[in-house]
């Protein structure tokens, strides 16, 4: 097969399946767009799309896998389009790019992904201590690392997207955040000027429990983070910790400081509970005022 | 009439990069109603690509630092055409800006003694990049949404808006925009708006940046009657990739350069020591073993000149290519793998490590990247008041990338994302102050709103065979080769000629297909903004007849202080004609001039 679809030139011939459809149904289109050197799979979506399917949906920003738009499955499995180099795909064999499996179709290769945005509106602020003016934070690097790697999160959702307790069981999404959001909690947990103790809420509204350490997540970050091992495991290990010993949590905050962060941290530890933080959110929140209107 | 749905809102801004959320941020803590629009999903903008870090006179790494050296780097760089008063705020607010970043949750790269660390950019004196490796823009991106979120600002995504709405003063009173996901329209009704759209990359065929950069927010603000300045003023950056094809053009931060990486030519030649202009003779190293010194000992040696201002560079990129000096792929080298531990590259320049990996198989701890100038930053853009951001049509705001002055005739590194956070709170602040103080409800003109919709439906009625997608490379096609990087009268003239030729063709593009996210159909729209923007461009580059900054000429080399160093080429809608006007710089004050004539 790979012989006969060769052009004379030596140029090889792709055989491209793509998905096109939206929420009541669809199917594989099969388009047929010769080969150029160096490209990756988005860059292929856009040829097609710009001569043979002007209409076809697809989401990218920035094509250079930074801002986490152009998810899709190629050949079955979750990628960024962007990042994914045609060199490494067998073009013998048709190639088949599919939208996200674990989100509703909106169009084409396009998902659903607000149920992301959902969670991250639940998730409480970022509780700095207060400072006193003129007062700067110090921190040491080696206590910002394990959030950073958290922070390196492009919010692609691939990780949201393979993970089966929200993919195999859609009413769990009104209980577990999923590993992206786990990062995230870690994250805060982790971050050396965080005050807001995030263990309880972890699991009693956000559903760590549920997790039972698949690691498909991880397998799937492009960006590398080890959802499983640095997020979801130590953040389990300091639930657990929650429920035996209260004080735990504040020791663990400033471990392995060789230079303390300021008593501004420990003096100002006062965290608010949750729906004092909601309550004070709520206050925040402004609204549009929506209308119908037009004839 | 096409339905739609109607918001009302104190304060709308278009936008969610850093500018935009920041200005939300902002307006929000005023306690204006506030939403914001932005075409992708929130946390996707332009904004989340920077790498290299954001500029603010912290001193942490040299206590010297203060905002009166970041203010002359700035003016310096921007070639003396920057409003100074931007770029006086500018330099005094960002210390302030950055470490409120940190009271939201940002995690910067530290110092030995716990400050945030700063690294050394072009044009700065001092190391003075606030930054996370080289995700930078991530870090900001995500800590202002973390905030817009926290605050409980509302966002509207996916949603493009194609056109301002104005009272019968001519004053801005609201936008008309198309939800991507649905085709249907939305009507927003505020009191003032905020543009902060970003940039206009797309249209030239190699730039840095991403889709969304299609010069929407500078047509928008064009078409409510509002002024743009120095449009001609655009930064190629010097380090884009050039190989493989696809992946051309994509930014390699200037980190690279900051953390010790030099360019060379084909014969392995540090060509840069061949191209120091007289202008920054006195603070650059005329021989390797000097600038190769200056990483450590920044007080005894001058910078090495690949560190020059970003347009010095690309010139001589662009020179040493001409000279038949270039790479294979028609760039030349840049190398950090002979200069630096590969240990040291995979940790301090990881994204530009998994970037060449990735896309071109090439491991820059081995060997060198092949580079040359990519179209990156417009420096031009909405003229506007720099203490209030209000642009010169009343309710009417911007900040960010869309706004001019602030960077002169070229930008320096580091100087957008500390822009994004001055001037995004500054309109904030300007705009809610605005509304607040403005009686009387919002009322929308709804034969304003039919005229947009049916425009923009009328894509889908066109039967010609123009397609949006080769229309828009045709364009830029045009303005790569007729306004790139050096540019001559006659090559200006047939672009202004082909220009006029393609806004003709932008308007009779036909769509396929239904409105559901239909990415034929924005761009058709976007093709209407990219044109327009164009064609500013174009006239400023005619028109200014000197060489400054990111605006070079062929036929006129040099910079012309006596005449266009006074001016700014301010572009406005006059009878659906873009037409082109020299505004007097504003004067700098006396204590400031005296910054320049202190010794370096
Ligand atoms: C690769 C790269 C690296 C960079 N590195 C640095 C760096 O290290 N330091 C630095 O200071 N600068 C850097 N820059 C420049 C800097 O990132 C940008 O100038 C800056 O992010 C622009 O921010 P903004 O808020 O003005 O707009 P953007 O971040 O571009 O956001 C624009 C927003 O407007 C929305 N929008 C546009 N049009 C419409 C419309 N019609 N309707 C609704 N919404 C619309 C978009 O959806 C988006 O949300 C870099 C740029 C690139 C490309
Ligand atoms: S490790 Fe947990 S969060 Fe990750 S995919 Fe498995 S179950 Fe889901
Ligand atoms: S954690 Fe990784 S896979 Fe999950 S959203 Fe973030 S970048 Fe994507
Ligand atoms: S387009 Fe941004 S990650 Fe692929």
């Not at chain 1, 064999?93 to 084409?108: A, H, K, L, N, Q």
């Not at chain 2, 500029?55 to 070639?79: C, Q, S, Y």
């Not at chain 2, 840049?334 to 301090?348: C, F, G, K, V």
């Not at chain 2, 990111?550 to 006059?574: C, I, Q």
Request: aromatic share 6%; hydrophobic share 40%; with cysteine.
């Amino acid at each position: 097969m790979s012989t006969e679809t060769a052009t004379v030139a030596g140029q090889r011939t792709l055989k491209m399946r793509l998905w096109r459809g939206d929420e009541s149904g669809g199917d594989f289109a099969t388009y047929e767009i010769p080969a150029q050197e160096g490209e990756v799979v988005l860059d292929v979506v856009h040829r097609i799309q710009a001569e043979e399917a002007p209409d076809l949906a697809v989401r990218w920003n920035c094509k250079a896998g930074k801002c986490g738009s152009c998810s899709a499955e190629i050949n079955g499995r979750p990628a960024l389009m962007c990042m994914t180099r045609m060199s490494t795909l067998n073009i013998d064999e048709p190639i088949t790019v599919s939208p996200m499996r674990g989100f509703p179709i909106i169009r084409d290769l396009v998902t659903d992904v607000s149920f992301n945005y959902a969670v991250a509106r639940r998730i409480p602020a970022f509780q700095p201590p207060k400072l006193a003016e003129g007062e700067v934070f110090r921190m040491q690097q080696v206590d910002v690392d394990r959030s950073q790697e958290f922070r390196k999160c492009i919010e692609c959702f691939l990780c949201q997207n393979v993970c089966h307790v929200i993919r195999d069981h859609e009413d769990n999404k009104e209980s577990f955040a999923g590993p992206r959001f786990f990062a995230r909690l870690a994250e805060l947990e982790m971050h050396p000027l965080d005050t807001l103790d995030r263990r309880r809420l972890s699991s009693e509204q956000f559903g760590l429990g549920l997790c039972n350490i698949t690691k498909c997540c991880t397998e799937v970050c492009p960006e590398g983070i080890h959802i499983t091992d640095n997020a979801i495991i130590p953040l389990k290990e300091r639930v657990v910790d929650a429920r035996f010993d209260p004080v735990a949590w504040l020791g663990r905050k400033i471990t392995g400081k060789p230079d303390p962060t300021p008593a501004a941290v420990a003096a100002s530890f006062a965290p608010e509970t949750l729906e004092q933080q909601q309550a004070a959110r709520a206050l925040g929140k402004v609204g549009s005022h929506p209308q119908t209107s037009g004839a | 009439m096409s339905e739609f749905e109607t918001h009302i809102v104190d304060v709308l801004i278009i936008g969610a990069g850093g500018a935009g959320l920041r200005a939300a941020a902002e307006a929000s803590a005023m306690g204006a109603s506030t939403a914001v629009v932005c075409k992708s999903l929130l946390g996707k903008a332009h904004t989340v690509m920077a790498e290299g870090g954001v500029a603010a006179a912290l001193g942490n790494v040299w206590p010297e630092d203060n905002w009166k050296v970041h203010f002359r780097d700035t003016m310096r760089g921007g070639k003396m055409l920057n409003n100074w008063r931007m770029a006086q705020l500018h330099a005094q607010e960002s210390p302030d800006r950055v470490l409120e970043l940190e009271q939201w949750g940002a995690l910067f790269d530290r110092t030995p003694d716990g400050k945030i660390l700063q690294r050394d950019f072009g044009g700065h004196r001092y190391a003075r990049l606030a930054h996370v490796g080289d995700r930078t823009g991530l870090e900001l991106l995500r800590t202002v949404q973390h905030r817009a979120v926290d605050v409980g600002i509302e966002v509207f995504m996916e949603c493009k808006i194609v056109r301002l709405l104005h009272d019968a003063t001519g004053a801005v009173n609201g936008a008309v925009g198309i939800w991507r996901e649905t085709g249907k329209f939305i009507v927003f009704g505020a009191k003032s708006v905020v543009l902060a759209t970003g940039g206009v990359g797309k249209m030239y065929k190699f730039t840095s940046n991403s889709w969304e950069g299609t010069g929407d927010g500078h047509a928008l603000a064009l078409w409510a009657g509002a002024d743009l300045i120095d449009m001609e003023c655009i930064q190629f950056h010097p380090t884009g990739m050039i190989w493989p094809p696809s992946a051309r053009g994509l930014l390699v931060t200037e980190g690279v350069r900051g953390d010790g990486g030099v360019l060379k030519n084909i014969d392995g030649e540090r060509f840069m020591f061949n191209y120091i202009s007289d202008y920054f003779k006195a603070e650059t190293s005329d021989t390797i073993e000097e600038a190769d010194q200056w990483y450590e000992n920044k007080r005894d040696f001058r910078r090495p000149p690949e560190l020059l201002p970003r347009d010095e560079v690309a010139r001589a990129i662009n020179s040493e290519v001409k000279a038949g000096r270039g790479s294979p792929h028609g760039g030349v080298f840049l190398d950090i793998a002979s200069r630096r531990s590969p240990e040291d590259i995979r940790r301090r320049l990881p994204s530009m490590y998994h970037q060449f990996k990735e896309l071109a198989d090439v491991d820059i701890t081995k060997d060198a990247m092949e580079i040359g100038p990519t179209c990156h930053y417009i420096m031009g853009g909405v003229r506007v008041d720099a203490d209030t951001a209000a642009a010169t049509v009343s309710g009417l705001f911007a900040a960010g990338e869309v706004a001019g002055g602030m960077h002169g005739a070229n930008r320096l590194g580091g100087n957008s994302l500390s822009d994004l956070l001055v001037f995004g709170r500054r309109a904030g602040i300007g705009a809610a102050e605005y509304a607040l103080g403005k009686s009387g409800e919002v009322v929308i003109d709804e034969l304003q709103v039919a005229s947009v919709t049916a425009h923009a439906l009328s894509f889908f009625d066109n039967d010609g065979s123009e397609n949006a997608y080769s229309a828009h490379q045709a364009l830029q096609d045009t303005m790569q080769s007729l306004v790139g990087i050096i540019r001559t009268e006659s090559e200006l003239v047939e672009a202004k000629d082909k220009l006029a030729e393609l806004s003709e063709r932008a308007r009779v593009v036909s769509v396929e297909g239904h409105r559901q996210f239909n990415p034929g159909w924005h761009l058709a729209l976007d093709l209407e903004a990219m044109t327009a923007v164009a064609q500013c461009t174009t006239l400023g580059a005619l028109e200014r007849q000197e060489s400054r900054g990111g605006h070079t000429r062929e036929d006129h080399p040099l910079p012309d202080n006596e005449v266009f160093g006074k001016v700014n080429m301010a572009t406005s809608f006059v009878d659906g004609q873009v037409r082109l006007r020299r505004e007097p710089l504003p004067e700098m004050p006396t204590e400031l001039k005296e910054l320049f004539e202190e010794a370096h």
